[in-house]
C-alpha cells in the first residue's frame, strides 16, 4: 500500500491600500503560520503558494488536507505588512484545482 | 442553509463613510445579520444606518457596548436602555460588574478585558457562568481582541479563552464570536472568525454554530421582547399590536 498525501487548495483574495507582490504573499502566509503555530505546525500544514495574481489580488495555497482549519487561522490572523493594514479572505476551498478554478 | 451574524461591528472614527464601507463588504461577504455599535445618543446615525442596511438587504441589529466602573453604574445605566437597543453588552471591568452584568436580564452579551494580564485576573470563571445560564446572557469573544494581542499575549489570551469556553460550555451558557471590527481590514468572513475557535479546541461544526444560529437566538429573543404584545418568556397578548 502507498501513501499518497492529500491537499485542500484555498482561493483567497488579499485587501489592502496597494497592491502585494507574490513574494510579499508568500513570505507573510510563512511568517503568520510560523508566528502561530511554530515550526512543528509550519511541517505540518506545509503551505504554499500555487499561484498569485497581482492584479485581481488573489491566489490560491495549498496545504495538508488535515490542517486547513490551522491554514484558516494563519491567513485571518495576518493583519498587516510592511506596517500597512492588509486582510487575506478565504473565498473557497476545494479539494482539486480543477474545482477551485470552476467556480471562481 | 446556514444564515451568518455578526454581531459587533464598531461605528468607525472615520463615521459613516466608512462604516457604509464595511457594511458592504459584510453584505459581499455573505453575512445576513449585521450589529453594530452605537452611542446612546447616536439617534441620527441610527437612522442613516437603518437605510444604508436597507439598501444593502441586510438586517441590522443596533447594539450599545457599556463600560460602567461600578455594579451601581450599571444598573443605573441599564435604566431606560432596553427599549432602546436590540442588543446590550457590558464590557466587564471589575469583578463586581462582571457579577451583576451576569445576573441581569437586560444584558445580553458579557465582554472581558482584551488585556492578557488583566484577562486572567478578571474572566469569564465558574460564578459568572452559574449567573449567566440562569439569566440567558452570553458571552463573546472578539477576533479583533485576538488580532490586536502580540505573540506571548496572544498565547495567553487564547489559554485564558479556553478556559471560559470550557466554563460556558459545561453551564450551556451560550457565546458567540464577533469580529469587533472598526475598520474595512477587520471584516472577515464568517468561517475566518469561526476558525479562531478551533484554536481553544472546539470543534468546526460548534465554532459555526457561534456566529449563526447563536447570535441569531439572540437577537430574536430580544426582538420578541421588544414587541408591544411581550409578557414574558413564552407569553404573549394574542392580536396585540406589533411594534
Redesign the interface.
Known amino acids: 500500500m502507498t501513501f499518497r498525501r492529500r491537499h485542500r487548495y484555498a482561493l483567497f483574495k488579499v485587501?489592502?491600500s496597494s497592491c502585494l507582490g507574490e513574494k510579499d504573499v508568500r513570505e507573510a502566509i510563512q511568517r503568520s503560520v510560523l508566528?502561530?503555530f511554530g515550526i512543528y505546525g509550519l511541517s505540518v500544514i506545509e503551505p504554499k503558494v500555487v499561484e498569485y495574481d497581482e492584479k485581481q489580488c488573489r491566489g490560491i495555497v495549498r496545504c495538508n488536507h488535515l490542517h486547513l482549519?490551522l491554514l484558516?487561522?494563519s491567513?485571518?490572523?495576518i493583519?498587516t505588512l510592511d506596517d500597512k493594514?492588509?486582510?487575506f479572505?478565504?473565498v473557497k476551498v476545494s479539494g482539486t484545482l480543477k474545482a477551485l478554478r470552476r467556480g471562481s | 442553509m446556514r444564515r451568518f451574524a455578526d454581531l459587533h461591528l464598531r461605528f468607525p472614527k472615520n463615521g459613516l463613510n466608512e462604516l457604509e464601507e464595511m457594511l458592504r463588504r459584510s453584505s459581499d461577504?455573505g453575512y445576513f445579520t449585521v450589529a453594530v455599535a452605537f452611542n446612546q445618543n447616536m439617534k441620527e446615525e441610527i437612522k442613516q444606518t437603518r437605510a444604508i442596511c436597507s439598501d444593502l438587504g441586510i438586517d441590522l441589529v443596533t447594539r450599545t457596548d457599556l463600560e460602567p466602573n461600578t455594579a451601581g453604574e450599571l444598573l443605573k445605566v441599564l435604566k431606560g436602555l432596553r427599549p432602546r437597543f436590540e442588543i446590550i453588552a457590558v464590557k466587564c471591568s471589575t469583578r463586581s460588574v462582571a457579577r451583576q452584568a451576569a445576573k441581569d436580564r437586560r444584558v445580553d452579551l458579557l465582554n472581558f478585558p482584551t488585556d492578557s494580564v488583566q484577562r486572567e485576573r478578571l474572566y469569564f470563571d465558574s460564578h459568572e457562568a452559574v449567573l449567566a445560564s440562569g439569566s440567558l446572557s452570553a458571552l463573546e469573544i472578539n477576533?479583533s481582541t485576538i488580532?490586536g494581542a502580540k505573540?506571548s499575549h496572544r498565547a495567553r489570551l487564547l489559554a485564558t479563552m479556553r478556559r471560559e469556553v470550557m466554563e460556558a460550555r459545561r453551564l450551556r451558557v451560550p457565546f458567540i464570536i464577533s469580529s469587533g471590527a472598526e475598520?474595512?481590514?477587520?471584516?472577515?468572513?464568517a468561517?475566518?472568525?469561526a476558525?479562531?475557535l478551533?484554536?481553544i479546541d472546539m470543534g468546526?461544526d460548534s465554532a459555526l454554530d457561534t456566529v449563526s444560529s447563536e447570535p441569531l437566538k439572540i437577537v430574536e429573543r430580544n426582538r420578541q421582547k421588544l414587541r408591544t404584545d411581550y409578557l414574558s418568556p413564552g407569553a404573549r397578548i394574542v392580536g396585540g399590536d406589533q411594534r
Open positions: 485587501l489592502s508566528e502561530l482549519p484558516r487561522a491567513l485571518a490572523s493583519t493594514p492588509v486582510s479572505l478565504v | 461577504l477576533v488580532l505573540a475598520n474595512l481590514y477587520c471584516v472577515k468572513t468561517p475566518d472568525l476558525v479562531f478551533t484554536l468546526w
